[in-house]
Nanobody
Framework: QLQFVESGGGLVQPGGSLRLSCVAS????????VGWFRQAPGKEREGVSC????????DYADSVKGRFTISRDNANKTVYLHLNNLKPEDTAVYYC???????????????????WGQGTQVTVSS
């Protein structure tokens, strides 16, 4: 089965940090950009970050810019999202997905993403 497996979520206090991991299963990552998305209760899924296949381009939503960092390790088929200075509004289920292209598209465009994971819950609360 072609999919991602996410991990690393949890409960953290405001100002805390987490590292989310996303491991590809059944396919290689060498030629795909990868995006992270999140969906909070009652809200639509939104794009958070994207990294191109060679890590030469990275994009972030304005709401997370300066706090989140995306990286990837193609040899281990893994993409990471480092979440720093977390806020309660970051609470959501976080998903990763592979783009059918090597370069990133606008974070508002989600139709070309394939191989989604099951998500990992991030809760920011005191």
């Amino acid at each position: 089965q072609l999919q991602f497996v996410e991990s690393g979520g949890g409960l953290v206090q405001p100002g805390g940090s987490l590292r989310l991991s996303c491991v590809a299963s059944g396919f290689t990552l060498d030629y795909n950009a990868v995006g992270w998305f999140r969906q909070a209760p009652g809200k639509e899924r939104e794009g958070v970050s994207c990294i191109s296949s060679t890590s030469g381009y990275r994009d972030y939503a304005d709401s997370v810019k300066g706090r989140f960092t995306i990286s990837r390790d193609n040899a281990n088929k893994t993409v990471y999202l480092h979440l720093n200075n977390l806020k309660p509004e970051d609470t959501a289920v976080y998903y990763c997905a592979a783009l059918r292209f090597s370069g990133c598209l606008s974070l508002q465009l989600q139709n070309d993403y394939i191989y989604w994971g099951q998500g990992t819950q991030v809760t920011v609360s005191s």
